[in-house]
C-alpha cells in the first residue's frame, strides 16, 4: 500500500489559523493523506494564537519554530532558517502555505529551493499596492508555488495577466468560511455581545495596518474619526497588540476610552465571529475581516485606499472608506435596508474538500 501523502501545513499568524485548520481537519479524515502542522510562532499571544487553535480543534503545533516579532528581513530570514532544517529532514510530498505574511513567503522560498511542490491557497490576490508588506509577500509567493489556489475568480484573472499557466491554478473558493461553518453552533451559542453587556446597536472596530496605526498623523485621525462614530453607534474595538503599543505611546487609547469607545484585548475566533455577527456595521482594515462580513451581509466599512479583495465590494457589502469619509459612509450604510444577496462562487464552506480532491488529482 502506498503511505499517505505528507502534507506539511504553515501557521503563522492570526488569519493563518482560520485558512489552515479547515484543511487540517480535511486531510486528517483522509486515510492517503498525513498532515503535518508547522506553527512558525509569528503570533504568540494566547488570544492571538493558542486560543484560536483551541477554537479550531487545532492539536498542538507537531513543529513550532518560536520565531516571534522582528523586521520584516529578521522575522523571514528567522522563518527560512529554521524551516529549512524542518523541511530537509522531513522532505515532505506538498508544502501547503496560506495567505500573504511574511512566514508565507519565507517558507514558500525554502519548499521552492528544496524542490518539495509547493502550493499557495489564498491565491492571486492582488491590491496593486507595493506599500503593502503583504502585496510583496503575495507577488513572490505567487511567481515561486507550483499550484495557486485561488479564493475568487479575480484571482485567477490576475494570475493570468501575469502569464501565469491557467493548469497551475485552481478556484477552490474562501477556506476562511470553512472555519466558520466548522463552528457555525458555537458562535450561535457564545453570545458575546450580551457577554459584554451590549443590549443597543453596536458596531466593532479592528485596526492593525502599518498604514493607518504606525504613522502618528494617520492615527490620530482615525481616533477623531471614530470618536464621531461613538456619537452614532456605540463602538467595540478589540485591540490588537500593535495597534495598542501605537495608541498607548500617543496617549489616545485614554482618549477613545473617554469618549465612550470599548476597548478590549483581542478576542478568540469564537467570541470575536460572534460579536461581529451581532453588529450592525464592521469597521475595519483586516483582509480576511472583509470576507467575512461579506459572508454575513454585514456592512464593512475598510480605513483603506484599495483591498486586494475587490469581490466583497462588487458582490458584497464592503465600501473603501477613509478618515473623513468615514461617518458618512457609515449612515449612508446603516440607512441601506439589508438585502439577501447571492455569496460569491465556492464560497460556501466546502474549500476544504476542493483542496483534497485537487491535490489527489495533481499526485496522479
Ligand atoms: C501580521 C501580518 C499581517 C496580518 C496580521 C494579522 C506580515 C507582514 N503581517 O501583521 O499581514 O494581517 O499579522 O494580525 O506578516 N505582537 C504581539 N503579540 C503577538 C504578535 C505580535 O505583541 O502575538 C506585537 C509585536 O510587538 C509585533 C507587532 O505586534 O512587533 C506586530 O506583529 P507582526 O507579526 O510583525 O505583524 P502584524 O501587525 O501582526
Given at each position: 500500500m502506498t503511505p499517505p501523502a505528507r502534507v506539511h501545513l504553515i501557521a503563522a499568524a492570526r488569519p493563518n489559523f482560520m485558512k489552515v485548520a479547515p484543511l487540517w481537519h480535511a486531510l486528517s479524515a483522509a486515510p492517503d493523506f498525513a498532515p503535518v502542522l508547522i506553527h512558525t510562532g509569528q503570533h504568540y499571544d494566547a488570544n492571538m494564537s493558542d486560543a484560536i487553535f483551541a477554537d479550531l480543534s487545532l492539536?498542538?503545533?507537531?513543529?513550532?519554530?518560536?520565531?516571534?516579532?522582528?523586521s520584516h528581513a529578521e522575522q523571514t530570514g528567522r522563518v527560512m532558517i529554521a524551516y529549512e532544517s524542518v523541511e530537509m529532514a522531513a522532505r515532505p510530498d506538498w508544502l501547503v502555505v496560506v495567505g500573504d505574511v511574511n512566514s508565507t513567503l519565507a517558507c514558500a522560498l525554502v519548499g521552492a529551493k528544496l524542490r518539495i511542490p509547493v502550493v499557495h491557497l489564498e491565491?492571486?490576490?492582488?491590491?496593486?499596492?507595493?506599500?503593502?508588506p503583504e502585496e510583496i509577500n503575495r507577488l513572490a509567493t505567487d511567481a515561486i508555488a507550483d499550484v495557486l489556489w485561488t479564493p475568487s475568480p479575480d484571482g485567477d484573472e490576475n494570475l493570468l495577466r501575469e502569464?501565469?499557466?491557467?493548469?497551475?491554478?485552481?478556484?477552490?473558493?474562501?477556506?476562511m468560511l470553512d472555519s466558520f461553518e466548522l463552528v457555525r453552533g458555537k458562535i450561535e451559542a457564545a453570545a458575546e455581545p450580551a457577554a459584554l453587556g451590549l443590549t443597543a446597536p453596536y458596531g466593532v472596530v479592528t485596526l492593525h495596518r502599518p498604514s493607518n496605526v504606525d504613522d502618528p498623523d494617520a492615527l490620530l485621525a482615525l481616533v477623531a474619526a471614530l470618536l464621531a462614530v461613538q456619537a452614532r453607534l456605540p463602538l467595540v474595538f478589540p485591540v490588537h497588540p500593535r495597534t495598542a503599543q501605537r495608541l498607548a505611546a500617543a496617549g489616545l487609547d485614554e482618549r477613545l476610552a473617554a469618549g465612550g469607545v470599548r476597548l478590549i484585548g483581542p478576542l478568540p475566533y469564537i467570541r470575536f465571529m460572534s460579536l461581529v455577527a451581532g453588529a450592525s456595521a464592521v469597521i475595519t482594515d483586516s483582509g480576511g475581516i472583509q470576507e467575512e462580513t461579506t459572508y454575513l451581509g454585514i456592512p464593512c466599512l475598510t480605513l483603506r485606499d484599495n483591498t486586494e479583495r475587490p469581490i466583497t465590494i462588487t458582490q458584497g457589502t464592503n465600501r473603501l472608506v477613509n478618515a473623513a469619509t468615514l461617518a458618512v459612509a457609515l449612515d449612508d450604510a446603516l440607512a441601506t435596508p439589508r438585502s439577501a444577496r447571492p455569496r460569491p462562487k465556492?464560497?460556501?464552506?466546502q474549500t476544504a474538500a476542493r483542496c483534497v480532491a485537487e491535490l489527489r488529482r495533481r499526485a496522479r
Open positions: 492539536p498542538q503545533p507537531d513543529h513550532h519554530l518560536g520565531v516571534g516579532s522582528g491565491a492571486g490576490l492582488r491590491s496593486g499596492d507595493r506599500d503593502m502569464g501565469c499557466a491557467p493548469e497551475r491554478i485552481g478556484n477552490v473558493g474562501n477556506i465556492n464560497w460556501d464552506g
